[in-house]
């Protein structure tokens, strides 16, 4: 999600930068008396004059501002991956974390060990690691279960099986 949120930032940041840009144009023409660049003012100032709060254009305008101020909000809100995760410490005041990388690297390591399996990609998320390996063998149900119990025993080293959940997929690849 933090892609996301970037990818909105910038272009929202863009389009607020060139609107003000565009103002200071059109503020400095109208200053020196000339003709609207782009935004015919003179003629938006007159329409908006005439305008009531109780008319439908102005509260459908309203209503569809508001909710894509909450419509960002929400996005801008809500919690992404996290970068790393808080592991049980062995003393007491100590903090352990390790990254959310680390964990994939080391899920998929365990993952890639059980026979027959070709590669593996992982991916930790808050609650769940999804884990997808793939094989040449013909059948790949038989595979589900070995790599799920390594990628749960190794979890459970780590101290992170009541945080992450496996979900575990395998397909089949062609050699």
Excluded: C
Aim: charged share 20%; net charge positive.
């Amino acid at each position: 999600m933090h892609v996301v949120n970037r990818v909105l930032a910038t272009l929202l940041a863009l389009a607020l930068f060139l609107g003000g840009l565009l103002a200071i144009v059109e503020i400095i023409l109208a200053a020196l008396d000339r003709p609207a660049w782009l935004v015919p003012h003179e003629q938006w100032s007159s329409w908006a004059a005439g305008q009531t709060f109780t008319d439908g254009i102005i509260r459908a305008i309203l209503i569809g501002l508001a909710i894509l101020g909450l419509v960002l909000l929400t996005i801008a809100l809500r919690r992404g991956k996290p970068g790393s995760l808080r592991l049980p410490a062995r003393a007491e005041g100590v903090r352990v974390s390790a990254s959310r990388r680390g964990i994939e690297r080391s899920v998929a390591t365990a993952a890639r060990r059980t026979d027959g399996v070709r590669s593996v990609s992982a991916k930790a998320g808050r609650r769940a690691v999804r884990v997808t390996a793939s094989t040449a063998l013909r059948s790949t149900g038989d595979l589900r279960e070995p790599v799920t119990a390594a990628v749960t025993e190794r979890l459970e080293q780590l101290g992170l099986t009541g945080v992450l959940r496996p979900k575990v997929s395998v397909s089949r690849k062609g050699s």
